[in-house]
Each structure stands twice: as C-alpha cells, then as structure tokens.
C-alpha cells in the first residue's frame, strides 16, 4: 500500500513537470509559429534536387536492419526538419537513387505521426530521382520506411569467399560524392550538414562501425548497435560497415579495426597514427572529432582512402610491410579539418576539400617523416599532374571546375588535389611559413562545421592574407590559380635531391652506359623505385624489359604502387611474362585508381582489349558498383 502511494505521488510528480514542460514548448513554438529561420545561404547545387533554402534537414535518425540474404538495408529514415518563414507550403524534396519507398509519415509538434503523400519523380541517371513529400503545416519530423536496392551505388556486399577470412559476408557504404542517396532519402548536398543517429541490427556474430561516436571494440553486443553524430556533418560522410572486425588500439584515441587475419599487418603499418594526429594538432589546432580511428577493409574498396568522421575507410593495399604507403594516412586525418570541418559547399567547390588535404598531408608527412620525404612525394604529385593535364580538356585543368550536367566523379582527377595543392605551397612560399600557417588555422576556426563555396575562400582570402600583405600581394594572381587552366608560370617547383640521382641513373641506363646492377638500389624507397620506373623512357625494348625483372623482382613485387607502375608499363611494352601477375592483380584488387588505368592500357591495342575483356569477365563481380562503372565505360561493356 505504501509502495503504491509513493509511486502515484511521483507519477503526479512527473505528469506536472511534463505539463510545465510541454508549455514551455508549446509557448516557444507558438512565438515561431513552428517556423524557424533558416539563416544559413545556400549555393547553385547542381547534383541535388534539394530545396534547403525552403526546407532544410537538420538531422538524421536511422534504423536498420542489414539483411545480408537479400544484399538491403532494410528501416527508416527520420529527418527532422525545419521550414522557411516564406515557404510554409513548399514540400520536402529529398534525393533518392533506387530506393524502394514503403510509406512516409509526418509529424506536428512531437505528436503522432501520420501518413503524407509523396511522389518519386522521373530518374535521371546521374542524379536519381527526387522525393517529394507533402508537409503538413508545423511537420517537424518526418519518416520515411524504404528499403535499399540489391546494387544500391552506395554500398557493396561481399561474399564470404571475397573476404580475406572466407568465411563471413561484409558490407560497407561508399557515399562522396553523390551516393548518400542510395541509401538513405536525404538532401544530399554537402551544403546541408546534419548529425545522426543510428540503430543498426546485423547477424548475431558481426560487428557494425560507422563514422560516429559508438564503436566497439567487439562484437558482444549480438548484432544491435547504436551510434551517434553529435557533429553537423555533410551526408557523403555518412558511413557504415559491417563484417568480422577486430580492434587494435594504437595511441590514447587512435586505432584500427580490420578482419583478423590481417589486424597485426594492419596494426604494425600504421603505428605512426598517433603522432600524425598529434604533429596536425601542433599545426592547426585541436582534432575535435575525439576518436581517429582506421577501418581496413577487403580489397575491393574502390579508393585509396575516405575521410568518414572518427573512422577512416582504407584499401588493403597501403599495408606495403614497411609503412612506405602510409602519407595516405596523413591525407585522410588532414580531412579532419580540410573536408570534414570545412567543407566544399557543392562539388565544384572540391579542389577546397582535397587541395587544401593534399597540402596539409605533406605538412604532416614533413613533420613526421622529414622534409626529403615531403620533397620526393611533392615532385611525385607535380609530375603525374603535369602528365594528366598534357591530355586534359582546358575545361578540366581549372580549379572551380564546371560540372553541370556531369557526374561529380568527372572532377575527380589530379587538378584539385596537386594544383589545389601547388596554390597552396605558393601562398606559403610568398607570404612566409609563419604568416601563412596563422592564416589557415583561422580559415579553419572560424569556418568550423561550416560548408563554403570558393568564393568564401577567396573572400577571406582576401581580407586575411591579401589584404594585410599589400606589397607581397601584388604578386599573387588568384584568378589564374582558380579560374584559369594549367598552371601558372610561378608555380612551386619541389625539388629532391635524392630524385636527382634516381633520375641520373635511370638516364644512364637508358642509354645503355650502365647495367641494371650497377644501378645503386639498395637504400632506395618506394617513392625512389617509383620515381626511377617512371624516369625511363616510354619505350624499353624486350631485353631491357626483362633484365629489369631479373635485377629487381618487378613482377613479383608486394607493394602495390610498384606493381601498378611496373604492370603499366608491362601492358605499353607488350611483356608477356607479367601478364599472369597482371590477371592476378586485377581478379584481387578493386581499388579504382590501380584498376582503371590498367584496363585503359590494355583498351589501346587489339590485342589488349582482348586480354582485357577475358580478365574484366571474371574480375567484374568482385568490384565495387563506382569500379564496375569507371571500367564499364572504358571497354564499353554491355552488362548482360
Ligand atoms: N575523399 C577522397 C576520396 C573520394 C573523393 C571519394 C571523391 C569519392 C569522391 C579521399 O580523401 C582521397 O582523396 N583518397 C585518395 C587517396 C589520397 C592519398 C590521395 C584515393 O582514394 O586515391
Ligand atoms: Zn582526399
């Protein structure tokens, strides 16, 4: 009796604070008329059906189940949402791509939520389709029940037997640029940045990780997985993955997750985490997404490396065995401020992201591995730039590139990462180390958690570097860097002393004054066997082909930059004897940067498109949807 009484006071107890609550919510809401202002501007978007400045979505709450039999992720999406004062009867339009919509449900005011309509428009190949949802007056919240597509663009499904353990499947999302949508309904443009949460149900003996807060370091918790973003983040950084992971801790917030037959090669290549994280820090002020943590996944990841917040995303084929491949690491944690702090508004505005991150990944690799180290992998960049651009439409060769009517991939090439990169090396050497360094430190403060056009950066570029430094200024032509193509006449030249003599002996032996074991090896690095491959003429007769392969082991090379220029240059040579290891390479590696242009070698000759189609016939089903896709079009292959 007593016990029941206790109970009752506090449930009245209770139902007055919920009564003061609800009215002071209520009061709140009424002042807004469930209108907030949507104070932010938004750019010309050309890769988004969105209208944010009419209706914007701030946050994420997802639920799932990952249903590995039917390849779906299968539950709801639930966006809170906020509407402009003008625009109290404009619908929510959502991006979409091969969705499978079930039912969608609104909101008012925290109360129950009922059916709404909606169209799904006409799909355009590039884009997808627009979703577009009836609001009703004062909807805060709206819920979408989908399901995902088997070949959802987003995502890949591996069987067990393309996993390094061959014994349970794996599952991971991919979404820069645009493949957010196919796999959740949202606004997918990074100009509208959200947090999430995530409620996510796999198979028992499974772990789930996704780019937030919640990771575990097992998978105990028997397949039910919550996860949270407490950051407003851009939705292509919206990231899950599932499969049999192991954790090794690496540093007091570092870390790296992989299968477990390959979690000590992955722990022991990457050791240096810690102290890149910590050399950033020194440069450009505090990390401020807690965790850095890597997930090494199986090889058919389709790129090098993605910045997904607190959890790297990361090829297999970085672990060389002598952390030669690990400047990658020091790219995707630089994206901790140039990407995921400050972020491109639209597509066009990438070179932001990835100029400003191949800038600060060699401040990093100088910091920590010396500067011949920097000057080597500078030269490295500037030169394989130059190459590219030598057979690049003008169009393409400018930083704030134009993509409309384009996929965004179509800006993926070497301008935005090495001239985005040189642009910024430049203002560093014209204005000085100190000057500069302070300068972009505060382009990062006060651009925290915040999606920017190249204007803005111009502006503050303007104000804050420009503008204070009126004498040095009068060199710099931002316009040519920016808006016009190739490179300027004063762009930095990086030197290495090292590449030097690479350079000398490559030409020595070239023009056969020295035998390929006199040729001083033995100390080389990666970068310096590169440099060396790439140094000798494009042309080598068969003799010399095959007495480089004796001296130096280049066909059974492990790591997988050597191997890739190595197998190029094999395929332009017709050498037969690589072309078993170049099948082998190709069937076990989906990381589209290597693929692509191996098959682009091969598509110039008769003969080579014969060898490619053979290969590509039981290579394809291991690939990732974006590497199916490049290659695709490359051999103009008829999916059957
Ligand atoms: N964010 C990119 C990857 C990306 C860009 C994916 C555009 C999809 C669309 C990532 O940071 C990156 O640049 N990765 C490089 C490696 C890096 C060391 C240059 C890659 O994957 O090759
Ligand atoms: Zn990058």
Avoid: C
């Avoid at 009836?134 to 499904?157: E, F, M």
């Avoid at 954790?247 to 992955?266: D, H, N, Q």
């Avoid at 965790?291 to 607190?310: A, C, H, I, K, T």
């Avoid at 290969?615 to 290659?631: N, W």
């Amino acid at each position: 009796m007593k016990i029941k009484l206790k109970s009752l006071t506090k449930l009245f107890l209770m139902g007055l604070t919920l009564i003061a609550y609800s009215a002071s919510v209520g009061n709140a809401q009424r002042k807004t008329d469930g209108v907030q202002n949507i104070t932010q501007s938004f750019a010309e978007d050309v890769h988004s059906y969105s209208n944010p400045k009419e209706v914007r979505v701030r946050h994420v709450d997802l639920d799932w189940m990952v249903l590995f039999d039917k390849k779906i992720l299968q539950g709801t999406a639930t966006l809170t949402v906020e509407r402009a004062a003008n625009a109290q009867n404009a619908p929510l339009i959502l991006d979409t791509r091969d969705l499978k919509i079930e039912k969608i449900e609104a909101s008012v005011n925290g109360k129950k939520f009922t059916r709404t309509e909606f169209q799904l428009g006409a799909v355009d190949k590039i884009l997808g389709a627009p979703l577009t949802i009836q609001l009703p007056r004062n909807a805060k919240s709206v819920r979408i029940s989908y399901s995902t597509s088997p070949t959802a663009s987003g995502l890949q499904w591996l069987e067990p037997s393309q996993t390094a353990g061959k014994k349970r499947s794996f599952m991971f999302s991919q979404a820069q640029a645009i493949h957010a949508r196919s796999f959740i309904p949202l606004q997918d443009s990074p100009q509208v940045r959200v947090t999430y949460l995530a409620h996510v149900q796999t198979p028992q003996n499974l772990l789930a990780v996704m780019s937030a807060e919640g990771n575990l370091q097992t998978s105990a918790r028997g397949g039910d997985y919550r996860f949270k973003m407490p950051h407003a983040i851009p939705p292509y950084l919206i990231a899950i993955a599932v499969g049999d992971l192991e954790f090794r801790s690496l540093g007091k917030r570092t870390g790296v997750y992989t299968e477990p037959s390959m979690i000590e090669k992955a722990a022991f290549e990457l050791t240096d985490t810690e102290k890149m994280v910590e050399a950033t820090e020194k440069i450009y002020g505090a990390y401020r997404w807690d965790r850095y943590d890597l997930l090494v996944l199986p090889p058919s990841f389709p790129f090098g490396g993605m910045e997904n917040p607190m959890l790297t995303f990361a090829t297999p084929t970085i672990l060389a065995g002598d952390k030669s491949l690990v400047s990658l690491v020091a790219h995707e944690l630089a994206h901790s401020w140039s990407g995921n702090l400050v972020t491109n508004a639209t597509w066009r505005d990438f070179w932001l992201n990835e100029g400003f991150t191949t800038y600060l990944e060699r401040r990093i690799i100088e910091a920590v591995y010396g500067k011949p180290r920097r000057e080597m992998e500078a030269t490295l960049g500037r030169n394989s730039l130059e190459e590219e651009m030598a057979s690049m439409a003008t169009r393409d060769q400018i930083l704030h590139v134009d993509l409309k009517g384009r996929d965004p991939d179509e800006g993926f090439t070497g301008v935005p990462y090495e001239k985005g990169a040189l642009f910024l090396r430049y203002l560093e050497e014209t204005f000085g180390r100190e000057k500069f360094d302070k300068f972009v430190r505060g382009y990062f403060d006060s651009h925290a958690f915040q999606s920017i056009t190249t204007a803005d950066f111009v502006d503050y570029l303007n104000k804050n570097l420009i503008a204070a430094n009126p004498q040095t200024a009068r060199r710099v032509s931002v316009e040519d860097w920016i808006y016009q193509p190739g490179l300027p006449v004063n762009a930095p030249q990086p030197a290495s002393d090292a590449f030097v003599k690479v350079e000398a002996q490559a030409k020595n032996y070239a023009s056969e004054k020295i035998a390929p074991n006199r040729i001083q090896t033995r100390a080389w690095t990666t970068q310096e066997w590169l440099h060396f491959l790439k140094s000798l003429p494009e042309n080598l007769s068969a003799k010399q082909m095959s007495e480089l392969d004796r001296a130096f082991n280049l066909t059974d090379r492990g790591n997988s930059e050597i191997a890739f220029q190595w197998l190029i240059m094999s395929i332009k040579n017709n050498y037969s004897a690589a072309f078993p290891r170049l099948e082998e390479f190709l069937t076990s590696i989906g990381r589209r940067k290597f693929v692509r242009p191996l098959f682009a070698e091969l598509a110039k000759t008769p003969e080579g498109t014969k060898r490619a189609a053979s290969i590509y016939t039981k290579a394809r089903s291991g690939y990732h949807p974006i590497t199916q896709a490049s290659v695709d079009e490359i051999l103009k292959w008829q999916t059957r």
